[in-house]
């Protein structure tokens, strides 16, 4: 179990006030061009309408990342085995391999904390 803490404004802003708006925990080079990234993300603290594990869904939930060459599809399941598919994207100038992991952000001056089990990538 992995859990995370941290507080800030967000993540997707510009410039360097946004640089550590998050906490991240990651296997470096851990996906290649054939692989599958799935984490539980166990709770959640509340602390913004818009705090984010990088899902809309409510823990605890499961999320996957499948990446196939070029090509990402992001899931979520309420029980690990039952997928409804986010969307897809396509990597342009990727390496052959990527970091795989999880992040989390408050989305608020508030302190929360997200818990993540049963990482994996194969």
Do not use: C
Not at 39 to 68: F, G, H, I, M
């Amino acid at each position: 179990m992995t859990s995370l803490t941290n507080a800030g404004i967000d993540v997707w802003g510009s410039g360097t006030a946004y640089d550590d708006e998050y906490s991240a925990a990651y296997r470096t080079g851990a996906a290649g061009t054939s692989s599958t990234v799935t984490v539980r993300v166990d709770s959640q603290d509340n602390t913004n309408n818009t705090t984010k594990t990088a899902s809309a869904a409510v823990a605890p939930v499961w999320l996957r990342l499948v990446r196939n060459g070029t090509s990402v599809t992001g899931s979520y399941s309420a029980d690990g085995i039952t997928w409804t598919t986010v969307g897809t994207a396509t990597l342009t100038e990727a390496n052959s391999t990527l970091d795989a992991g999880m992040f989390s952000t408050a989305h608020s001056g508030s302190i929360g904390t997200s818990t993540f089990s049963q990482f994996s990538v194969s």
